[in-house]
């Protein structure tokens, strides 16, 4: 059954090219949002915490702070809606998911930029 399900995801799910990211980048998604009959397109620029996931069900995780507050917002790789992202930059980060960033504040909240 899993390998059948496998193959319909691979064969009917549209995938979209984005560049390669993991945790600890920072990275910039440009999604669009409809409101009434109208669209635009709007972006969140952030730390990814954790891609999650495989095949047409990854998701990952970014947090931005907005003013004093973490904001988290979770996007489904095979989403329609999202048109573009950019790595903006590449964190050295010694773990998969970096949970632990939620409770950094100040110069320790910083992450490293890995050499290219």
């Known amino acids: ?23 600890g980048d920072t990275i910039t998604v440009y999604y669009e949002i409809r409101e009434g009959e109208k669209t635009r397109t709007q972006f969140f620029r952030g730390v990814v915490i954790q ?21 988290e917002r979770i996007f489904p790789v095979n989403l329609p809606a999202i048109q573009k992202i950019e790595v903006n930059k590449q964190g050295k980060v ?4 970096i949970f632990y960033f939620r409770g950094l504040t100040g110069k320790k909240a910083k992450i490293k930029e890995r050499r290219r």
């Open 1 to 23: 059954m899993e390998n059948l399900v496998k193959f319909v995801q691979d064969e009917f799910v549209t995938k979209k090219e984005f560049p390669h990211f993991q945790a």
């Open 51 to 71: 891609r999650r996931g495989s095949g047409s069900s990854e998701t990952f995780t970014i947090r931005k702070m907005s003013g004093t507050i973490g904001v």
């Open 94 to 97: 010694r773990r998969a998911r």
